[in-house]
């Protein structure tokens, strides 16, 4: 690709500066050149690297390289790469070499990155339509097409709740002595089913505590009230019998 001599090939680029070459080379003592290896510091020459055996607390494995170094570790159980994985911080991008599907799968899953890529580096990048960023440590928000759009606009919540409906929040409001009131809240707290239900039936039952109470305490214009509930259940505290409430 870059002929018999990396460093002469005219399309091998350079570091940028001094600072960053100095950063990459000490990088590179903190493992074992493999491939590669060789330095100029003339012409911020480094030469395409891999490194074997590096220390995973040293810079070279938490921090990013931005250069021609590749660290690399052996593995025998995928499993393992992943568990161990997730006890670090989230990365920009994942990079995935793999025709198993199984695998594939796994890292998609289990993986939290801000971008997957599988058999390609870096092309996520060029594709204006699908959204690039960070997750968590490595970024908020992503960029490209409608996705930049979304990051710098803000949904604002907005909760309208009609002021003629104020009798409604009766149930919230102190005194909280009222007979009706503490039969509603234990119910609402406390209720179990005699026979065993989903959580949607219990929420379900819940809610219509809630919403007989509602529509009991709101009074409509010329003092009558809502009948939307022709009753409502009520248990007793020690739950061995049930009163009905006629609204």
């Keep these: 690709m870059y ?45 395409p690297t891999i490194i074997t055996n590096p220390d995973l607390s040293s810079e070279l494995m938490t921090d990013e390289i931005f250069g021609p170094i590749l660290p690399v570790l052996q ?4 499993n393992t790469v992943v568990k161990d994985l997730r006890t670090k911080e989230k990365p920009l991008v994942t990079y995935l070499f793999s025709n198993n599907a199984k695998h594939i799968d796994l890292i998609k899953k289990r993986i939290s990155s801000g971008t997957l890529d599988i058999n390609d580096t870096l092309m996520h990048m060029m594709v204006p339509t699908l959204p690039f960023g960070g997750v968590g440590n490595s970024g908020i928000g992503a960029y490209h097409g409608k996705a930049t759009f979304d990051t710098f606009s803000h949904a604002k919540s907005v909760l309208h709740r009609p002021i003629e409906m104020e009798s409604v929040n ?37 809610s219509t505590f809630a919403l007989g109470a509602f529509a009991y305490a709101y009074a409509w214009p010329g003092g009558s009230r809502i009948r939307v509930f022709k009753y409502i259940y009520i248990y007793k505290r020690d739950f061995a019998e049930r009163e009905i409430f006629y609204l």
């Design 3 to 47: 002929g018999d001599d990396v460093e002469k090939s005219e399309d091998f680029a350079r570091i940028v500066s001094d600072r960053h070459y100095n950063r990459l080379t000490k990088l590179l003592e903190m493992g074992t050149a493999e491939i590669g290896g060789q330095t100029n510091p003339e012409t911020r020459f480094i030469s």
């Design 75 to 78: 593995y025998e159980d995928l």
């Design 170 to 206: 009766n149930l919230r409001y102190p005194p909280y002595d009222a007979e009706w009131k503490q039969n509603l809240m234990y119910s609402l707290a406390y209720y179990k089913p005699s026979t065993p239900s989903s959580g949607f039936t219990k929420y379900a039952v819940s």
